[in-house]
């Protein structure tokens, strides 16, 4: 597997908030950073300072649904264990599960995601992970990039051991998709494809599994496979599959 140099191979704990400012990292800073950016998962900040979520307010920290928690229930167990491991994050947003990839120990997460989607995505997911290396004392080897991800094969990102996309894969056209799902192919072993068969009934069919499997099939993974569980019970509903199965598509 080529590694390609990283400029952002962190080596030292960064205390500077952002560049070009010498305001160093506080508690205090880090809330009035919070008030710069919407937020779409709740992304926790250490000592009782949690940026809430505007896309989704009611979610409850630990849902299976969105953030780290998504990924502890439904991703991580699909993947090949991280310690080592040079991962692509597609649609990366705020960076909160591309950071937890690094804390689980891959060696390198990139993250990918475009303003078009996400609006100062970048700016914010550099302020998530400066904060929380700040707060941790530690270092996390993930860089972002801007990118539309239809443009990816015209990045040379270098080569994974997996690449994902969780809930974001379907919001561009079905030419696109593929073109995604084949560039995928071409570096790395393992696709991993979240869906979501509840909600987005805008985007049709390019959510669902049926369709993303035959995608996947059809563009470098003749080997796909799902994984759809049972979700979280519910005091007095009948027991429900998960609403935001994976799909994975196997190179080999
Ligand atoms: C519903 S959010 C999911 C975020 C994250 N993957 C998760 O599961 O928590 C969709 C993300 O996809 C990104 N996105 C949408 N279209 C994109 C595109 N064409 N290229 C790159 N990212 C895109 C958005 O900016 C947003 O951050």
């Known amino acids: 597997m080529s ?63 969105a953030g ?21 994050e597609i649609g990366c947003n705020a960076g909160v599960i591309s950071i937890h990839m690094a804390r689980l120990g891959a060696a390198e997460v990139v993250g990918v995601d475009c303003d078009r989607g996400w609006s100062k995505w970048k700016e914010q997911a550099e302020f998530v992970k400066a904060a929380l290396e700040w707060r941790c004392k530690a270092t996390y080897n993930v860089r972002y990039v801007e990118c539309d991800m239809g443009d990816l094969p015209s990045l040379d990102l270098g080569e ?13 056209d079905e030419t696109t998709m593929a073109r995604v799902t084949r560039h995928a192919a071409a570096v790395a072993p393992l696709f991993l494809v979240q869906s979501n068969v509840g909600d987005h009934p805008g985007l049709r069919h ?47």
Not at 33 to 41: A, D, G, L, S, T
Not at 161 to 171: G, H, P, Q, S, T
């Open 3 to 65: 590694i390609p140099t990283s400029s952002s191979r962190a080596t030292t704990i960064e205390l500077d908030s952002r560049e070009g400012s010498d305001e160093p990292f506080s508690d205090d800073l880090i809330r009035r950073r919070i008030k710069e950016y919407k937020w779409f998962v709740h992304t926790n900040f250490g000592n009782g300072i949690v940026a809430r979520s505007d896309s989704w307010p009611d979610q409850p920290e630990d849902s299976w649904h």
């Open 68 to 88: 780290a928690s998504k990924f502890d229930f439904i991703v991580r167990r699909n993947l090949p264990d991280l310690q080592g491991k040079r991962i692509l």
């Open 160 to 172: 994974f051991d997996a690449v994902i996309a969780l809930n974001c894969l379907y919001y561009v």
């Open 206 to 252: 390019r959510t669902n599994v049926a369709f993303l499997q035959k995608l996947l099939e059809s563009n470098g993974f003749p080997r796909v496979t799902v994984d759809q569980p049972w979700d979280k019970p519910r005091r007095g509903f009948l027991p429900r599959r998960y609403t935001r199965p994976v799909i994975l598509g196997h190179r080999g």
